[in-house]
Every structure is written in structure tokens, then in C-alpha cells.
């Protein structure tokens, strides 16, 4: 659990330190308008949180980001590059993420998944694995290596030779956050961490969650568990029918009566002899 | 019992043949789910390569066995290898690529669409290549000293040498093949893709350089697998793709499409059925003409008992 993989060192940020700048991202499904107007600053070393009831296109808007959905309006911007909306760039970049619905490969080890995530900061190529030059092999140890320290870092050490799918599913959770992690990401986004936990097992994705922010990234992270995410995030932002309802301070979100109203509904609605909508 | 032992050996060297190719539809078919019903005329191309290698080099004819087995036989091997593998990247990028998202019958037909292209295209082009003879009969496979024709005898069984090469390129590709996809990262990005694309592009991985290397693996075997036939038969010509394809392809399925040791024992399996099936069935079921029917009554065997195949189930290999 100690050893602390090498943080993002050579982020370039913008001078106002704004890593993630996007700006009126829109998302149209036919009819159907799921992110509209979004804008949105992510700085360097900051926790955002994303709430929102179901449906109001917390995880549509993740897509955008990461190249899944190609946006139909708006611009990306990560440390002050435009993004291209291609996920392989977006993962150049320095930008990964985790799934609501879990998405490991399910039939290679832990050990594996972490290191598929290191693809891409490896630089051999077929020829160099086929005559096994002295780069092929370097990579090959130093993915193993740095696999095995973020495996220990999210405390999965023991379970490097399991497979993903064998694993319970706390464990595939982190998992996945050390996948994402061996990417070398500046901003990682996490797609509801705890759904499905215990209180304990959500207590300790906190935790880790404020050792990522330490090594010097900045998260992501769309959360129902409202005492998880005011308890842990600088700022939220809160997403309803696709459109920023709300944006600042945890507590002053918390207590926006508009942000209750879209929770629990309007305190009116009941006065309306019983007919709620 | 001599007799069980000689079509042992001559079914397993018939069968590493097979295991050869198959490999080809199953790696491509474990990463894209399209069957690639051109990968018997790749392997075919990668025949004619070897043969256009041979010519290039002067069409050098006596030599002695040492020259000819590690001179002139791993060059012709390499020249077939990068017509095959060209013909297929070309294929993939042409054929397959612009139908990536398109139903999944689009580029089935596609598929077969380039196997008759490639076939013709060798048929009608191969002899106007300055040099080349007329592709439109077989031609003739170069000797190679020390291995086309010749054999070695243990007690009763004869043994060619030409089915040892088969079965050692066979166990040497396997060996590289386990490297390649356990031990390298375009290996691991594979197995990845295969399980989940979406995910893989997520993670970094350049998805369409995974398919490529994919389809290039696959050439790669089939080349090695033209040269073996074309010791073995001791000619090439352009319609010997159509049926080793088939069969290959029979081998990938009897094996579990989508899982490299399948492919490698589903050809094994195949082969010995084949040749036993000649030798130990009696009356005119037994007669040679029959063996084709034999190996697709066991294809059929195996949909409908075990449609996973031999060893189908056992996901993990899978790449």
C-alpha cells in the first residue's frame, strides 16, 4: 500500500492551472438533447464531483469527453490542447477513466489488465518483440514493474495472478482505477467508484481517491452517495436534463434548494391535493 | 500396425498444414468476428511469392543441400512472407476497414468477394509478370535439395522430409505465437481487443494497428504453409487456396473458432481423421475420393454435438 507510483510530473497546465476546459458541450441523439450546454473547468490536483439524478447525462457527457460520442457542438480542451474526440488521443493525452457498468478484460489477470493499460507509454513494436532487442525487453520490465506498484497501490498486491473476473467486486473496482491509472493520466474520471459498495469498502475508495489527488492528479468523479461526494470533492457540479443546474462548494450545492427539487422533487408538488406528477 | 503408424505421421503432417492456416481465420476471427474466407488464397499468394522469390534469385537450380535447406529455402519463405503479408494488409485495409461497422454478413461477402478476385488476379496477372511462366496450370515447385522428394525410413514407416519441415514450422510458429501474444504488448492488446474493443480503445490501444498485426500474423503462418505445400506437392497453382482454406477453416471451428491451441489441435485432429478414414474405412468409403467427405461429416459432427469446439470453452487463450 506504500509505494507511491510517480505522480504526473510534467503536466503542462494552462497559467490559470485549468487542465480540462470544455466549454457548451452539447450531445443530440436525434430528438433527443441527453448533454446541452455544459461547460465545465477541471484545474490541476482538484476533486470535481458530477451529480445528477438518472438520466441527466453525467455518463453521456463522460463519453463526450473520452471520444466514445463525438459531440455534436462545443470544444474539449486539456492542457490547453483542443481534444480530438478519438479515445485512443484522449488516453495520450492524459486523460482515463473507469465504467459504471464494470469493464475489465475478463479473462486476463489482474496483473494483465494493468498492464494493457501501459500500451500506450511504450514505444517497441513488433520488430523489436519478434528479435527481442534489448527495448522490447526493457519496456517488458519496466510495464511489469510499474504494473505491480500501482496493483500494490490500490492494494490489489496479492491478486496480481488472479483473474479479473474471479476477483470479488470491490477488488474489480480498484482494479479498474489501477488500469486507468498505468496510463499516466493528469485528470482521471470515475464513473460512480462506489455503486454497489458497503460502507467500509466506500470508505476506502475515498481514501484512495485522496491518495490519487496526493500523487498530484486531478478527478473526475460522478457519485449518487451524496455524503461520499460532499465529503470528498473541492467543487460539484450538478446535472439535470443534460444542462449544469448547479455549480460550486459541495455544501453550498448541498443545500440548493433547486438541487433538493431535483432529487427529491418540489415541496409543492405535494401540496397539489396529492396529484403529484 | 506399420500401416497405423505411417498414416499417423502422414495425418499429423497433413494436419500441421492445416493448423498452419487455421491459425490465420482464427486470430482474425477472435479480434473482429469475420471470417475470413480469403485467408486460403492468402495462403496461396504466399506460395506464388515464395515461387516469384526463387525466379528473382535466378531460378538457381543445382546446389548443394546445405545452400538449398538454410541458403535459398529461408529466402523464398521470407519473399512469401511479405507478399501474403502485403496482400493482406492491403485486403484488410481495402476490403474490411471501410465495413467495420456495417452488419456482419457486408464483409463476409466482401471476403469472399477477394477470394475470387485474388484467385483470378493471380490466374490472369502471375504470367505477365516479366520472368513468371503461365499461372493458368500448375506450375512447378522449385526442388529443394535435401528436402523436396526425399524421405527417411524408420523400420516400415516412411516418413518425407518435406513432413517433417511441415510439422517443425508448425511447432516453431506455435512456440512464437504463445511469445507473441503472452509475453509482448501488441500480444496482450490483442487479447484485450478481443475481449472488449470499446474498452481496449479506452484504455490507449491503437485498435486498427491490433487488427493489423492480426491479419499479418496470419498471413505470415499461411506463407510458411504455401512453401510446405509446395515441397509437399511438389507443384502450386492458383485454385490450391479454395480447398486448404475450407479445410482450414473446418480445423479452426473442429477446434473452437477464436482460441490459437484450438486451431493448432482442431488441424492435428483433422488430418489424422483424414488419412486414417482412408486407410481403416472399408469398401469405397475408404477410397481417397472420400476423404473430403470424411473431414466435413466430422465438421458436422462437431456443430451439432460440441459447436464450441474441442476446446472451444476454454476462453482463456482465446486472442
Not at chain 2, 499461372?135 to 512447378?140: G, Y
Request: aromatic share 8%; proline share 5%.
Amino acid at each position: 500500500m506504500t509505494a507511491a507510483p510517480a505522480p504526473a510530473t510534467d503536466a503542462p497546465v494552462t497559467e490559470d492551472g485549468v487542465l480540462l476546459d470544455a466549454r457548451n458541450v452539447t450531445m443530440q441523439f436525434g430528438g433527443l438533447r441527453a448533454v446541452g450546454d455544459v461547460s465545465m473547468q477541471v484545474h490541476a490536483g482538484e476533486i470535481v464531483g458530477l451529480i445528477g439524478p438518472n438520466g441527466a447525462g453525467k455518463t453521456t457527457f463522460f463519453n463526450c469527453l473520452t471520444g466514445l460520442y463525438k459531440p455534436t457542438a462545443g470544444s474539449v480542451t486539456f492542457a490547453g490542447q483542443p481534444l480530438p474526440p478519438r479515445p485512443r488521443k484522449v488516453v495520450y493525452a492524459g486523460m482515463a477513466r473507469t465504467f459504471q457498468n464494470i469493464r475489465l478484460f475478463h479473462n486476463m489477470t489482474a496483473l494483465e489488465n494493468v498492464m494493457v493499460g501501459r500500451y500506450c507509454r511504450t514505444k517497441s513494436n513488433a520488430f523489436d518483440a519478434v528479435f527481442r532487442l534489448p527495448r522490447h525487453r526493457r519496456e517488458e520490465r519496466e510495464a511489469t514493474e510499474r504494473s505491480r506498484e500501482l496493483l500494490a497501490f490500490v492494494g490489489l498486491e496479492n491478486k496480481a495472478d488472479t483473474l479479473s473476473r474471479n476477483l470479488p467486486y470491490g477488488d474489480q473496482r480498484r482494479l479498474e482505477i489501477a488500469r486507468a491509472l498505468a496510463t499516466d493520466p493528469k485528470l482521471l474520471l470515475l464513473d460512480e467508484p462506489t455503486a454497489g459498495m458497503n460502507p467500509q469498502e466506500t470508505r476506502e475508495a475515498e481514501d484512495l481517491i485522496f491518495r490519487i489527488r496526493d500523487l498530484g492528479l486531478a478527478v473526475l468523479v460522478i457519485e449518487h452517495d451524496m455524503r461520499f461526494i460532499f465529503s470528498l470533492c473541492d467543487r460539484v457540479y450538478c446535472l439535470v436534463r443534460g444542462e449544469v443546474l448547479v455549480e460550486g462548494a459541495g455544501d453550498i450545492v448541498q443545500n440548493d434548494p433547486r438541487v433538493i427539487e431535483a432529487y427529491i422533487g418540489a415541496p409543492t408538488v405535494v401540496e397539489e391535493d396529492g396529484n403529484d406528477a | 500396425m506399420d500401416l497405423f503408424w505411417q498414416q499417423l505421421i502422414n495425418g499429423l503432417s497433413l494436419g500441421a498444414l492445416y493448423a498452419l492456416i487455421a491459425v490465420g481465420y482464427t486470430v482474425v476471427y477472435g479480434i473482429v468476428q469475420l471470417i475470413n474466407f480469403a485467408h486460403g488464397e492468402i495462403f496461396m499468394t504466399g506460395a506464388f511469392g515464395a515461387f516469384a522469390t526463387w525466379v528473382v534469385m535466378g531460378s538457381p537450380s543445382s546446389m548443394s543441400w546445405q545452400v538449398a535447406v538454410f541458403g535459398m529455402l529461408p529466402v523464398m519463405i521470407l519473399g512469401g512472407i511479405i507478399v501474403s503479408v502485403t496482400m493482406a494488409l492491403l485486403m484488410e485495409r481495402l476490403a474490411y476497414r471501410p465495413l467495420r461497422d456495417a452488419p456482419r454478413l457486408a464483409p463476409l461477402i466482401s471476403a469472399i468477394g477477394i477470394s475470387v478476385f485474388l484467385q483470378e488476379f493471380v490466374r490472369l496477372f502471375f504470367g505477365d509478370i516479366p520472368g513468371m511462366p503461365d499461372s493458368k496450370r500448375a506450375i512447378p515447385f522449385p526442388n529443394i535439395e535435401g528436402i523436396s522428394g526425399r524421405s527417411v525410413s524408420f523400420g516400415n514407416v516412411n516418413v518425407q522430409i518435406s513432413a517433417l519441415f511441415t510439422l517443425g514450422a508448425l511447432v516453431v510458429c506455435t512456440a512464437f505465437l504463445w511469445f507473441y501474444v503472452n509475453r509482448t504488448k501488441t500480444g496482450r492488446a490483442m487479447v484485450a481487443t478481443s475481449q472488449d474493443p470499446d474498452t481496449a480503445r479506452l484504455m490507449g490501444i491503437n485498435v486498427d494497428r491490433v487488427i493489423m498485426a492480426a491479419f499479418a500474423v496470419g498471413a505470415a503462418l499461411a506463407a510458411i504453409a504455401g512453401v510446405a505445400q509446395g515441397m509437399r506437392v511438389g507443384n502450386i497453382d492458383f485454385r490450391m487456396g479454395f480447398l486448404a482454406g475450407l479445410k482450414a477453416f473446418t480445423a479452426a471451428v473442429l477446434g473452437g473458432i477464436g482460441n490459437i491451441n484450438g486451431a493448432v489441435v482442431g488441424g492435428l485432429v483433422l488430418g489424422v481423421v483424414e488419412s486414417m478414414a482412408t486407410t481403416f474405412i472399408p469398401g469405397q468409403f475408404g477410397s481417397p475420393a472420400w476423404k473430403d467427405v470424411w473431414a466435413f461429416v466430422l465438421l458436422i459432427l462437431v456443430l451439432v454435438f460440441r459447436p464450441q469446439g474441442l476446446l472451444g470453452a476454454k476462453v482463456v487463450d482465446r486472442a
